[in-house]
Protein backbone atom coordinates (compact mmCIF):
# COMPACT_ATOMS: atom_id res chain seq x y z
CA UNK A 1 0.00 0.00 0.00
CA UNK A 2 1.34 3.51 -0.77
CA UNK A 3 2.26 5.74 2.33
CA UNK A 4 0.30 8.53 2.52
CA UNK A 5 2.30 11.86 3.19
CA UNK A 6 2.42 14.22 6.21
CA UNK A 7 0.29 16.86 5.41
CA UNK A 8 3.43 19.21 5.61
CA UNK A 9 5.68 17.75 3.62
CA UNK A 10 2.80 17.62 0.65
CA UNK A 11 2.40 21.63 1.30
CA UNK A 12 6.54 21.96 0.91
CA UNK A 13 6.39 19.61 -1.59
CA UNK A 14 4.07 22.44 -3.78
CA UNK A 15 5.38 25.37 -1.82
CA UNK A 16 8.85 25.82 -2.05
CA UNK A 17 9.15 24.82 -5.71
CA UNK A 18 6.76 28.12 -6.15
CA UNK A 19 9.04 29.79 -4.23
CA UNK A 20 12.29 28.65 -6.20
CA UNK A 21 13.60 26.98 -3.52
CA UNK A 22 14.51 23.01 -4.08
CA UNK A 23 12.78 20.37 -1.97
CA UNK A 24 15.52 17.99 -1.90
CA UNK A 25 17.82 20.43 -0.19
CA UNK A 26 15.02 20.85 3.03
CA UNK A 27 15.01 17.05 3.54
CA UNK A 28 17.48 17.25 6.48
CA UNK A 29 15.34 20.25 7.88
CA UNK A 30 12.34 19.59 7.32
CA UNK A 31 11.04 19.44 11.03
CA UNK A 32 12.50 22.68 11.82
CA UNK A 33 10.19 24.53 9.10
CA UNK A 34 7.46 22.37 9.39
CA UNK A 35 7.35 23.28 13.18
CA UNK A 36 7.98 27.57 12.11
CA UNK A 37 4.53 26.37 9.96
CA UNK A 38 2.36 25.03 12.28
CA UNK A 39 2.87 27.48 14.46
CA UNK A 40 2.24 30.33 12.45
CA UNK A 41 -1.02 28.17 11.26
CA UNK A 42 -2.03 28.37 15.00
CA UNK A 43 -1.30 31.95 15.34
CA UNK A 44 -3.61 32.74 12.42
CA UNK A 45 -6.21 30.58 14.06
CA UNK A 46 -6.46 28.35 10.88
CA UNK A 47 -7.11 24.42 10.73
CA UNK A 48 -4.38 23.30 9.18
CA UNK A 49 -2.37 23.35 5.95
CA UNK A 50 -5.07 22.94 3.23
CA UNK A 51 -6.15 26.48 4.88
CA UNK A 52 -2.74 27.63 4.96
CA UNK A 53 -2.57 27.63 1.05
CA UNK A 54 -5.79 28.97 0.86
CA UNK A 55 -4.45 31.72 3.10
CA UNK A 56 -1.40 32.25 1.21
CA UNK A 57 -3.26 32.60 -2.22
CA UNK A 58 -5.70 35.27 -0.70
CA UNK A 59 -3.24 37.18 1.30
CA UNK A 60 -0.16 37.82 -1.01
CA UNK A 61 2.10 39.67 1.80
CA UNK A 62 2.16 36.09 3.87
CA UNK A 63 4.90 34.78 1.07
CA UNK A 64 7.21 37.24 2.99
CA UNK A 65 6.36 35.20 6.12
CA UNK A 66 7.03 32.26 4.29
CA UNK A 67 9.79 33.03 3.06
CA UNK A 68 11.63 33.75 6.31
CA UNK A 69 10.21 31.15 7.30
CA UNK A 70 11.87 28.73 5.49
CA UNK A 71 15.90 30.40 6.06
CA UNK A 72 18.08 27.78 7.77
CA UNK A 73 20.50 29.83 9.94
CA UNK A 74 22.94 26.85 11.19
CA UNK A 75 26.52 27.71 10.64
CA UNK A 76 29.61 27.34 12.96
CA UNK A 77 33.33 28.31 13.16
CA UNK A 78 35.64 26.54 10.60
CA UNK A 79 33.20 24.88 9.29
CA UNK A 80 34.28 22.13 6.74
CA UNK A 81 37.66 22.30 8.54
CA UNK A 82 39.67 20.58 4.87
CA UNK A 83 38.53 23.56 2.90
CA UNK A 84 39.73 26.20 6.06
CA UNK A 85 43.63 24.90 5.80
CA UNK A 86 43.68 24.18 2.11
CA UNK A 87 42.68 28.08 2.32
CA UNK A 88 45.34 29.35 4.80
CA UNK A 89 48.10 27.16 3.61
CA UNK A 90 47.71 27.54 -0.29
CA UNK A 91 45.03 30.03 -1.01
CA UNK A 92 45.02 32.60 0.68
CA UNK A 93 48.42 33.45 0.12
CA UNK A 94 48.21 33.34 -3.36
CA UNK A 95 45.41 35.57 -3.85
CA UNK A 96 47.45 37.89 -0.94
CA UNK A 97 50.77 37.87 -3.51
CA UNK A 98 48.82 38.82 -5.86
CA UNK A 99 46.84 42.01 -4.09
CA UNK A 100 50.45 43.03 -2.77
CA UNK A 101 51.63 43.46 -5.88
CA UNK A 102 48.44 45.67 -7.20
CA UNK A 103 49.05 47.41 -4.03
CA UNK A 104 45.50 46.57 -2.53
CA UNK A 105 43.76 44.86 0.10
CA UNK A 106 42.42 42.00 -0.58
CA UNK A 107 38.54 41.58 -0.77
CA UNK A 108 36.35 38.70 0.58
CA UNK A 109 32.57 38.03 0.32
CA UNK A 110 30.86 36.26 2.68
CA UNK A 111 27.09 35.55 1.46
CA UNK A 112 24.46 34.15 4.20
CA UNK A 113 26.83 35.00 6.71
CA UNK A 114 24.36 33.88 9.39
CA UNK A 115 25.93 35.12 12.73
CA UNK A 116 28.95 36.02 11.60
CA UNK A 117 30.65 32.52 12.13
CA UNK A 118 31.80 32.27 8.74
CA UNK A 119 33.64 35.84 8.07
CA UNK A 120 35.07 35.50 11.53
CA UNK A 121 36.75 32.32 10.38
CA UNK A 122 38.38 34.51 8.27
CA UNK A 123 39.19 36.99 10.36
CA UNK A 124 40.55 34.94 12.90
CA UNK A 125 42.81 32.83 9.92
CA UNK A 126 44.15 35.92 8.58
CA UNK A 127 45.41 37.37 12.06
CA UNK A 128 46.70 34.21 13.36
CA UNK A 129 47.93 32.40 10.13
CA UNK A 130 47.84 35.03 7.14
CA UNK A 131 49.36 38.56 8.62
CA UNK A 132 53.09 36.45 10.22
CA UNK A 133 54.06 36.04 6.40
CA UNK A 134 52.12 39.21 5.22
CA UNK A 135 52.90 41.92 7.59
CA UNK A 136 52.00 44.78 5.15
CA UNK A 137 48.82 43.18 3.86
CA UNK A 138 44.97 44.52 4.23
CA UNK A 139 41.81 42.46 4.28
CA UNK A 140 38.11 43.54 3.90
CA UNK A 141 35.53 40.78 4.67
CA UNK A 142 32.03 41.88 3.42
CA UNK A 143 29.51 39.66 5.12
CA UNK A 144 25.86 39.54 4.12
CA UNK A 145 22.91 38.56 5.27
CA UNK A 146 18.76 38.29 4.37
CA UNK A 147 17.80 38.07 8.11
CA UNK A 148 18.47 41.32 10.29
CA UNK A 149 18.40 39.05 13.55
CA UNK A 150 21.29 36.95 12.25
CA UNK A 151 23.17 39.93 11.54
CA UNK A 152 22.59 41.93 15.23
CA UNK A 153 23.93 38.50 16.54
CA UNK A 154 27.10 38.80 14.04
CA UNK A 155 27.33 42.36 15.55
CA UNK A 156 27.04 41.21 19.14
CA UNK A 157 30.02 38.51 18.53
CA UNK A 158 29.55 36.28 20.95
CA UNK A 159 29.03 32.12 21.01
CA UNK A 160 28.32 29.15 22.82
CA UNK A 161 30.84 26.56 23.28
CA UNK A 162 29.39 24.29 20.69
CA UNK A 163 29.97 26.67 17.51
CA UNK A 164 33.92 26.64 18.14
CA UNK A 165 34.12 23.49 18.10
CA UNK A 166 36.70 22.95 15.30
CA UNK A 167 38.60 26.27 16.28
CA UNK A 168 42.44 25.06 17.18
CA UNK A 169 42.20 25.86 21.10
CA UNK A 170 45.17 27.92 21.12
CA UNK A 171 43.10 30.35 19.12
CA UNK A 172 40.18 29.87 21.20
CA UNK A 173 42.54 31.39 24.07
CA UNK A 174 43.48 34.47 21.90
CA UNK A 175 40.50 35.49 19.86
CA UNK A 176 37.61 34.81 22.51
CA UNK A 177 37.05 36.14 25.73
CA UNK A 178 34.09 34.74 28.32
CA UNK A 179 31.25 36.37 29.57
CA UNK A 180 29.09 34.23 31.38
CA UNK A 181 28.32 31.11 29.42
CA UNK A 182 29.59 32.62 26.04
CA UNK A 183 32.57 33.17 23.97
CA UNK A 184 32.92 36.64 22.81
CA UNK A 185 35.43 37.46 20.13
CA UNK A 186 38.09 40.52 20.68
CA UNK A 187 37.87 43.62 18.69
CA UNK A 188 40.69 42.96 16.95
CA UNK A 189 39.20 40.51 15.29
CA UNK A 190 36.45 41.98 14.43
CA UNK A 191 37.47 45.13 13.04
CA UNK A 192 37.86 44.26 9.53
CA UNK A 193 34.10 42.79 9.01
CA UNK A 194 31.54 44.19 8.13
CA UNK A 195 27.84 43.46 8.07
CA UNK A 196 25.15 44.85 5.34
CA UNK A 197 21.53 43.46 4.91
CA UNK A 198 20.90 42.26 1.85
CA UNK A 199 19.22 39.53 0.12
CA UNK A 200 21.10 37.98 -2.57
CA UNK A 201 18.21 36.87 -5.13
CA UNK A 202 17.99 40.98 -5.45
CA UNK A 203 21.89 42.73 -4.34
CA UNK A 204 25.19 41.70 -3.79
CA UNK A 205 27.82 43.93 -2.74
CA UNK A 206 29.65 46.41 -4.70
CA UNK A 207 32.78 45.51 -5.96
CA UNK A 208 35.31 42.59 -7.00
CA UNK A 209 36.45 40.16 -4.67
CA UNK A 210 39.68 37.95 -4.11
CA UNK A 211 37.81 35.24 -2.41
CA UNK A 212 33.50 34.80 -2.33
CA UNK A 213 32.04 32.54 0.13
CA UNK A 214 28.23 30.91 -0.46
CA UNK A 215 28.01 27.89 1.46
CA UNK A 216 24.85 26.29 2.27
CA UNK A 217 22.60 29.14 0.98
CA UNK A 218 22.34 28.76 -2.76
CA UNK A 219 23.60 25.55 -4.23
CA UNK A 220 21.84 23.92 -1.15
CA UNK A 221 18.23 25.49 -1.24
CA UNK A 222 17.31 27.74 -3.93
CA UNK A 223 16.16 25.65 -7.43
CA UNK A 224 18.82 25.20 -10.11
CA UNK A 225 17.29 27.70 -12.18
CA UNK A 226 18.03 30.23 -9.44
CA UNK A 227 21.13 29.46 -8.30
CA UNK A 228 22.39 29.72 -11.90
CA UNK A 229 21.74 33.10 -12.59
CA UNK A 230 23.18 33.67 -8.89
CA UNK A 231 26.25 32.28 -9.57
CA UNK A 232 26.34 33.75 -12.53
CA UNK A 233 26.28 36.86 -11.14
CA UNK A 234 28.81 36.01 -8.21
CA UNK A 235 30.84 35.16 -11.22
CA UNK A 236 31.03 38.81 -12.48
CA UNK A 237 32.12 39.99 -9.06
CA UNK A 238 35.46 37.51 -8.88
CA UNK A 239 38.25 38.78 -10.24
CA UNK A 240 40.41 36.23 -12.45
CA UNK A 241 42.04 33.86 -10.57
CA UNK A 242 39.84 34.22 -7.34
CA UNK A 243 38.24 31.15 -5.62
CA UNK A 244 34.70 30.40 -5.01
CA UNK A 245 34.07 28.26 -1.68
CA UNK A 246 30.54 26.12 -1.24
CA UNK A 247 29.38 23.75 1.37
CA UNK A 248 30.56 20.09 1.51
CA UNK A 249 28.00 18.20 -0.95
CA UNK A 250 26.90 21.19 -2.57
CA UNK A 251 27.79 21.88 -7.10
CA UNK A 252 27.41 24.44 -9.46
CA UNK A 253 25.87 23.60 -13.00
CA UNK A 254 28.93 24.47 -14.88
CA UNK A 255 27.73 24.15 -18.48
CA UNK A 256 26.30 27.48 -18.11
CA UNK A 257 28.72 29.35 -16.30
CA UNK A 258 31.68 29.74 -18.32
CA UNK A 259 34.14 31.36 -16.09
CA UNK A 260 34.19 28.86 -13.31
CA UNK A 261 36.16 25.78 -13.01
CA UNK A 262 36.21 22.94 -10.39
CA UNK A 263 39.46 23.72 -8.65
CA UNK A 264 39.71 21.19 -5.56
CA UNK A 265 36.57 18.83 -5.99
CA UNK A 266 37.56 17.18 -2.33
CA UNK A 267 36.72 20.65 -0.61
CA UNK A 268 34.76 22.00 -3.35
CA UNK A 269 36.32 25.17 -4.03
CA UNK A 270 35.98 26.71 -7.53
CA UNK A 271 38.19 28.97 -9.61
CA UNK A 272 37.74 31.71 -11.88
CA UNK A 273 39.90 31.20 -15.19
C1 LIG B 1 22.60 27.64 6.65
S1 LIG B 1 23.14 29.29 6.93
C2 LIG B 1 24.78 29.15 6.33
C3 LIG B 1 25.74 30.00 7.11
C4 LIG B 1 27.20 29.88 6.65
N1 LIG B 1 27.34 30.33 5.29
C5 LIG B 1 27.69 28.47 6.79
O1 LIG B 1 27.85 27.75 5.80
O2 LIG B 1 27.92 28.06 7.93
C6 LIG B 1 22.32 30.18 5.63
C7 LIG B 1 22.26 31.68 5.85
O3 LIG B 1 21.78 32.28 4.64
C8 LIG B 1 20.85 33.30 4.98
N2 LIG B 1 19.93 33.51 3.84
C9 LIG B 1 18.84 32.79 3.51
N3 LIG B 1 18.27 33.30 2.40
C10 LIG B 1 19.04 34.35 2.02
C11 LIG B 1 18.98 35.26 0.94
N4 LIG B 1 18.01 35.19 0.02
N5 LIG B 1 19.92 36.23 0.85
C12 LIG B 1 20.92 36.30 1.76
N6 LIG B 1 21.03 35.47 2.81
C13 LIG B 1 20.11 34.49 2.94
C14 LIG B 1 20.15 32.79 6.22
O4 LIG B 1 19.57 33.86 6.96
C15 LIG B 1 21.29 32.09 6.95
O5 LIG B 1 21.93 32.95 7.86
New binding site residues.
Given amino acids: MEKKMAPCDSFLGWVLPKMNLRPEGYRKVRKQVCQRMKKRIKELGLQGFGDYRAHLENNPHEWEILDKMT ?6 FF ?1 DRKAWEELGDRLIPKITRRANTLRRPVRCW ?6 G ?2 PYSLSILWKEKILPSFPDAHLEIIA ?4 PN ?1 LDRARQACYTKGSLREVPPEWIKKAFYRKIHFYCLKDPYRQRVSFHL ?4 KTMPEGTFDLV ?1 C ?3 TA ?2 FSRELATRIFKRISERMEKGAYLVL ?1 NHEEIHLESIQEIRLFDKGINIYRKE
Fill in positions: RITISRRTAGCASEETDADMQDIRFKNLMYG
